[in-house]
């Protein structure tokens, strides 16, 4: 596993003591938790971003034409 040193601002300092504190779970684990939601996020961003470009449709040797 590899380790990171991240700084922090004071209030996000003061998140993850809080967050460590009040779920039981050490730092270390708050901040895996909150990279994996980070990914999971720009996923779906990725998704959603693919999903509104355009696609073609038809014959290939049709589209190639009009390409010309």
Do not use: N
Request: a negative charge.
């Amino acid at each position: 596993m590899t380790t990171l040193s991240v700084p922090l601002t004071p209030e996000l300092a003061t998140f993850v003591e809080e967050a460590a504190k009040s779920s039981g779970l050490t730092k270390a684990d708050i901040m895996r938790q909150a990279l994996t939601l980070y990914a999971e996020e720009q996923a779906v961003r990725k998704v959603l971003i693919a999903s509104s470009e355009p696609t073609l449709k038809g014959d290939l040797r049709d589209l190639m034409s009009k390409l010309d």
